[in-house]
């Protein structure tokens, strides 16, 4: 979901050409920053699709891990929200393209400090519905994976 200009100079877009209100001179967004945002937002979507319903409880969880993460801090919550719908819409529209966009969208983070943040706020959301079910374990180990995460780091072990 990384940051492309888009024709219209007051928006950008996400990786699902979702429009993004654009860098205003005042924001203290950093293109790293909107890259993590990104990667929580893939990672999130996938696991509140991975048992075929995204759950109230798996968007708060969402929220409450971000509002955490210190390099997300400049994030307010109609900003992760939006996000999140754009993406959360492309999931239900188109799920094989909005999952593999996911994916690069995660792998940009790989060996980067926010990787464990992303692959820890995945976590969280999985288990916000009351328990890791066996398909959002298996998109806990791919996100893992492709952030060069060790899933004992969480005690998963393959």
């Not at 999130?44 to 509002?67: N, Y």
């Not at 990787?115 to 820890?120: D, F, L, N, R, T």
């Amino acid at each position: 979901m990384a940051k492309a200009v888009n024709d219209n100079e007051n928006e950008d877009t996400t990786m699902n050409n979702a429009p993004r209100k654009a860098l205003a001179p005042t924001d203290v967004w950093t293109p790293r920053q909107l890259e993590q945002l990104d990667a929580v937002v893939a990672a999130c979507a996938m696991i509140a699709h991975a048992d075929g319903e995204v759950s109230t409880e798996e968007r708060g969880r969402m929220l409450e891990r971000i509002r955490g993460q210190t390099g997300l801090i400049p994030f307010g919550v109609d900003d992760v929200l939006e996000a999140f719908e754009a993406l959360d819409a492309r999931f239900e529209s188109r799920p094989d393209e909005a999952r593999a966009e996911a994916e690069m969208t995660i792998r940009r983070l790989k060996g980067r400090a926010e990787a464990v943040e992303v692959a820890a706020a995945a976590l969280a959301v999985s288990i916000a519905d009351g328990g890791l079910e066996a398909q959002e374990r298996e998109v806990i180990l791919d996100v893992c994976a492709w952030l060069g995460v060790p899933p004992q780091r969480f005690d998963l072990a393959h």
